[in-house]
T-cell receptor, first 111, second 115 residues
């Protein structure tokens, strides 16, 4: 089964509100990747984190990798309707050959 | 640059029929994978390949076969379609760059319905 769990499964927010999705693993992750999938589309790579405690920012998106490398979060500040979609975390394991995805968080932004 | 190309985009099969989903990439990536996406289940790995002639099973391999005769192509075969294989299928390719990102590039997906 899935090794990487994400919460929440669904989230509705008013436009302008913040949003956070969390990714949790029972085992230590070698890295964490985040992808975004727009409705009807395919997953698109956002970022990769490798180091313990690493934090990276992309405009309104902030990505964190936990100190123990067992969890990660994606935070969106002041959501916009263009943020709608499903956000997946993933681990590129096995020498980066196998990308294992979390269950995803579906974000709906209400204008 | 086409990236990852999947065909067909949509397919309806009858139970017991066989078919092949095509996937081709023009980025010279070593690694290619097949995923299926079902509501609430995320993307689950079916099979993957680390290079021509080398394939391995993922999380949900039963009912599917793959082969990798060239770097570019990685077809997925459904041997005898079952309603449980109704899903959206994604092919992805990636490469390993030491110290760099190892992002997976996805095709547009194939929406398969088995009746």
């Amino acid at each position: 089964g899935q090794q990487v769990m994400q919460i929440p499964q669904y989230q509705h927010v008013q436009e302008g509100e913040d949003f956070t999705t969390y990714c949790n693993s029972s085992t230590t992750l070698s890295n964490i990747q985040w992808y975004k999938q727009r409705p009807g589309g395919h997953p698109v790579f956002l970022i990769q984190l490798v180091k313990s405690g690493e934090v990276k920012k992309q405009k309104r998106l902030t990505f964190q990798f936990g100190e123990a490398k067992k969890n990660s979060s994606l935070h969106i500040t002041a959501t916009q309707t263009t943020d709608v979609g499903t956000y997946f975390c993933a681990e590129a394991g096995g020498g980066y050959q196998k990308v294992t995805f979390g269950t995803g968080t579906k974000l709906q932004v209400i204008p | 640059n086409a990236g990852v190309t999947q065909t067909p985009k949509f397919q309806v099969l009858k139970t017991g029929q066989s078919m092949t989903l095509q996937c081709a990439q023009d980025m010279n990536h070593e690694y290619m994978s097949w995923y299926r996406q079902d509501p609430g289940m995320g993307l689950r790995l079916i099979h993957y390949s680390v290079g021509a002639g080398i394939t391995d099973q993922g999380e949900v391999p039963n009912g599917y076969n793959v082969s990798r005769s060239t770097t570019e192509d990685f077809p997925l075969r459904l041997l005898s379609a079952a309603p449980s294989q109704t899903s959206v299928y994604f092919c992805a390719s990636s490469f390993y760059l030491v110290g760099g990102n190892t992002e997976a590039f996805f095709g547009q997906g194939t929406r398969l319905t088995v009746v």
